[in-house]
């Protein structure tokens, strides 16, 4: 809503008189003094914000009032950061000029000093003027809140209407519960395990904590009151309470309500710890059951009072608490194994539930008539049997087919009714959110229904808009997204090839939809819907859904203001490419632009056009997977607040644009599966922002001047995650490579290194450049590709104490494998094209290098490759009793080799003929996966294995 964009404004404006931006304000006059209203009214206008959000779901012009809010406000943000930009442009372009004089950045440099300063003075008169009139407009608005009497102040919750529940239900109404019962009666009267959740007085802790979890609406006290009133529950409990608890958690109110079930009268007590003392005394000994319903809080030290006074019941005891927030099951004590997460009705049961309501005094006849097209409306509930109640409540008043069909056509937050009666339950969820993550909630309206999100591209997404503040703005967002998962406003989690995914629930997207109405908007492009200009000129957030080569709707080019402009399936072409052109130039509001492709494609666009450089508020460029792009222009070098560039799959794009160094709010440069890229500038070495930082070429440029180089790696030390390094072959000193410090790279955990390049096998110096290539020591995954060291055992390799996984390719050169038996974390072996090992033996294990204490070589390998090893003759690790393997001991038949190993794969190793007692100790494992590809003259080999397969079972 309007609060989240008003915080961001004043935050702003308060910062003006406390940077340099306040001496520039100075030049142009009057301005300061304009700056100064505009604090002080919003100032006053957020005072009152609270209470015009309670408002704002009953009374419309309250809603109109917030939307013009909105809209000023945002107008003001684009201006703010028109200011900002002008001045962060002309400090970069000032230390250019001071520290770089090459020919090259003077044919770059854009205007002479004279020239500049006066375009300057245009830029300040012209942010002058828009203040001025958005001043008059928040005028307007300042005065307007006067005439709703909006109360100012109050608490952070907006109250809302919260219906309290009673155990009391009717079973014939319900529909499609019966399993879910069954599981949590179960639960229930089953007698609490010795491992109580409270683990520090397990022997006295008397009762056990259940928690069924779910979405509002998903019928979680309706499951609890089911299980309540079972007959089985009635006997096995002496005693059985049903609390509402709601919010706010009113502990005095909580303790009287519990008292009064348990004594059967209304205690004349008022203090708690008097309560307290009264329900432990009412409960000694008994084996009770607690029906905590509705509990949002999230403040362990007021539930911690009512769990010591509830211990003293008979062990066996039982707290049934239903909550939306898994967070609050956890602060209540419930173990992850005693909690149940409640799941979606059945298509057909939701039917059951809708039909049961819609069909109410009809004629068999008319339902019949009917059915079919209340089958589909049953469809918008997706599962959820409060929608099935609400639209099968609707649908009873309304007798004939078109009424029917009217429903069926509309979104359910375009029905008013749902306003009143379906979406309040939506709105407890929401105003429980902090504020700062309900803007992040509201983004998702952005999407279509069900569509699938990605976790780190939405989080990128709301880093963009500006929504995640701080120096470490990726875990910020990670922490918002556990918050609405947490609280259910995500479903459908899964991880695909493209990272971490889930879903948002069809109503809850709807009532997403509701909130934001036309601030999000969705354009399909094979429509051809035409709307009122008023509509477009709020629209601040799209989706446009391509189908096949169609042409951009008009309708895009009338979204002046949008911020996020995201395209699904974007058809390229010269006509798209001209169109891209002409959009640039008026959408200059874009936060950011997605114009990214799935997957391969030779649909993608060719070209980016030069005006990119004109879209100067922009911070997240995706064009991941246009596979036909070959070159960014230069001018993307204007973008001083991008922040996230994705270029990932991008396979034929050759080089990065020289002047990237200017972009020195670059936090993620997303380069992953761009192998033809040949040429990645020297500026990228002084973005020390730099978080990501996918793929770095180094060498065989004819710009070497301006390439970038191992030791341009020293300052960014805020790079984590991948990095894969490629070229290492060119690379001609050692010093580049020590100068790179990738040990301090703290927060790299998958590394690559690539020894390809031009130089000359006598002239390479691989073993010398691995040495100075040490990694951070918590690196995870290390893969080392055309290394021609004669051997390949580099001091640090050893010292990986976390390394899980290791694949070593292409190596031309060595005899010998290291001894990678000793590294102690190591799970995923890969090893392949080694021509000139004939022979695997005890070095492999790191016999003599294995430290005293170990009782295992490979201790945690489970997945062991080799593949094309085409002169690999012998695999010979027997290991005889008495085996000296350190200076002080010697291995005993207890020592284990590859004891954990469950997958074992040797392809293309043709002249392996003899394993002399291979890794006897397999028979104490169980090999799920063995394969050994032979040809003919191996056969016998093929089936010694064959036959020692029975000992890995």
Not at 130 to 154: C, H, M, P
Not at 234 to 244: N, Q, T, Y
Not at 308 to 317: A, Q
Not at 358 to 380: P, Q, Y
Request: aromatic letters at 8%.
């Amino acid at each position: 809503m309007a609060d989240a964009i008003v915080s961001t404004v004043l935050e702003q404006l308060v910062s003006i008189g406390y940077n340099e931006a306040e001496q520039e304000i100075r030049l142009v006059v009057g301005v300061k003094d304009e700056v100064k209203k505009l604090t002080r009214n919003f100032k006053t206008i957020q005072d009152v914000l609270e209470d015009a959000e309670k408002r704002w779901v009953k009374e419309e012009n309250v809603r109109n009032w917030l939307e013009e809010l909105k809209d000023v406000s945002y107008d003001l943000d684009d201006v703010l950061d028109e200011w900002n930009t002008a001045l962060l442009k002309s400090k970069v372009e000032g230390e250019e000029k001071k520290v770089e004089n090459s020919s090259i950045l003077k044919v770059c440099s854009f205007l002479p000093s004279s020239c500049f300063r006066i375009n300057q003075a245009i830029v300040r008169h012209d942010i002058a003027h828009k203040i001025t009139k958005l001043n008059e407009r928040l005028d307007v608005i300042a005065n307007e809140r006067l005439r709703y009497g909006f109360q100012s102040g109050g608490t952070e919750t907006i109250d809302l209407e919260q219906q309290k529940t009673t155990s009391f239900i009717d079973e014939f109404q319900v529909c499609g519960r019966e399993e879910s019962k069954n599981r949590v009666v179960s639960m229930l009267l089953g007698e609490s395990s010795q491992e109580s959740p409270f683990k520090e007085s397990s022997q006295e802790s008397g009762f056990q904590t259940i928690s069924i979890v779910g979405m509002g609406g998903l019928g979680k006290t309706t499951l609890a009151q089911l299980a309540f009133n079972d007959k089985d529950v009635k006997k096995h409990f002496e005693k059985r309470i049903w609390v509402c608890v709601s919010d706010p958690f009113d502990e005095i109110r909580i303790a009287k309500a519990i008292l009064e079930s348990i004594i059967d009268s209304t205690p004349n007590l008022v203090e708690l710890e008097n309560l307290l003392q009264a329900i432990q005394q009412s409960i000694k000994n008994k084996k009770f059951l607690l029906v905590m319903d509705d509990v949002w809080n999230e403040d362990s030290s007021q539930w911690e009072c009512f769990q010591n006074s509830l211990k003293c019941g008979l062990r066996g005891s039982k707290i049934l608490v239903t909550t939306r927030n898994k967070s609050v099951a956890n602060i209540m004590g419930t173990r992850s194994t005693h909690m149940y997460f409640l799941e979606k009705l059945s298509e057909e049961e939701c039917w059951s539930v809708l039909s049961n309501k819609a069909f109410f005094d009809r004629t068999d006849e008319e339902c019949e008539h009917l059915e079919d097209i209340g089958r589909k409306i049953a469809r918008k509930c997706d599962g959820l049997p409060l929608a099935a109640k609400f639209l099968g409540g609707l649908l009873q008043f309304r007798r004939t087919r078109d009424q029917w069909q009217s429903v069926l056509d509309n979104q359910i937050w375009e029905l008013k009714e749902a306003e009143q009666k379906l979406f309040p339950h939506f709105q407890l969820s929401y105003y429980d959110l902090p504020s700062e993550v309900r803007q992040c909630f509201l983004y998702c309206a952005v999407f279509p229904k069900d569509y699938e999100i990605d976790r780190k591209k939405l989080i990128r997404l709301w880093m963009a808009q500006g929504y995640l503040k701080g120096d470490d703005m990726e875990i910020i967002g990670q922490v918002y997204f556990d918050n609405l998962a947490m609280r259910s406003f995500f479903q459908d989690f899964k991880t695909d090839k493209t990272g971490f995914v889930c879903k948002m629930h069809d109503v809850v997207y709807d009532f997403a939809q509701y909130l934001t109405k036309n601030e999000f908007f969705l354009i399909n492009a094979a429509d051809n819907e035409v709307y009122d200009n008023e509509l477009y000129e709020k629209v601040r957030h799209s989706m446009i859904l391509c189908r096949s080569n169609l042409s951009f709707p008009v309708s895009i080019h009338k979204l002046k203001k949008v911020r996020s402009l995201l395209f699904k399936n974007l058809w390229g072409n010269s006509e798209t490419e001209e169109q891209l052109l002409d959009l640039f130039g008026q959408l200059t509001c874009l936060r950011s632009l997605d114009l990214s492709w799935p997957y391969y494609s030779m649909n993608s666009i060719s070209k980016l056009p030069k005006e990119v450089g004109q879209l100067i508020h922009l911070r997240l460029l995706d064009l991941s997977w246009n596979t036909r792009l070959t070159e960014l222009p230069e001018s993307i070098c204007h973008l001083y607040n991008l922040q996230i560039l994705n270029i990932h799959g991008c396979c034929y794009l050759k080089e990065l644009p020289l002047g990237m160094g200017r972009l020195i709010n670059l936090r993620h440069l997303y380069n992953l599966r761009t192998d033809r890229l040949k040429f990645v500038p020297k500026g990228l070495g002084r973005l020390t922002s730099l978080c990501t930082l996918k793929y770095l070429v180094v060498g065989g440029h004819c710009n070497d001047d301006e390439a970038m180089t191992l030791g341009d790696l020293q300052q960014l030390n805020n790079l984590q995650g991948t990095l894969h390094i490629s070229g290492l072959g060119n690379v001609k000193g050692i010093r580049e490579a020590t100068n790179a410090q990738l040990v301090n790279k703290k927060h790299l955990h998958d590394l690559v290194l690539r020894f390809d390049g031009e130089i000359t096998d006598i002239e390479r110096i691989d073993h010398l450049l691995l040495q100075a290539l040490q990694p951070p020591l918590d690196l995870e995954i290390l893969e080392i590709r055309g290394y021609k060291g004669f051997t390949m055992c580099p001091n640090w390799l050893m010292h990986l104490a976390r390394l899980r996984e290791l694949k070593l390719y292409s190596f031309p050169n060595i005899e010998q494998l290291p001894p990678l038996g000793i590294l102690p974390a190591l799970q995923v072996l890969r090893i392949g094209s080694m021509p000139k090992v004939k022979k695997v033996g005890l070095e492999f294990l790191g016999i003599g290098t294995l430290p005293s204490s170990s009782s295992a070589s490979f201790p945690q390998l489970q997945d062991l490759t080799f593949d094309f090893m085409e002169n690999w003759e012998e695999w010979d690790c027997e290991i005889p009793p008495g085996t000296v393997h350190d200076n002080n001991s010697s291995i005993t038949c207890t020592f284990m080799v590859m004891p954990r190993l469950s997958s074992l794969l040797i392809r293309n190793c043709f002249k392996l003929k003899k394993l002399k007692q291979p890794y006897e100790d397999l028979r104490k494992v169980s090999l799920e996966h063995l394969k050994h590809d032979l040809d003919a003259s191996a056969a016998a080999l093929k089936s010694e294995w064959r036959r020692r397969r029975w000992m890995f079972k």
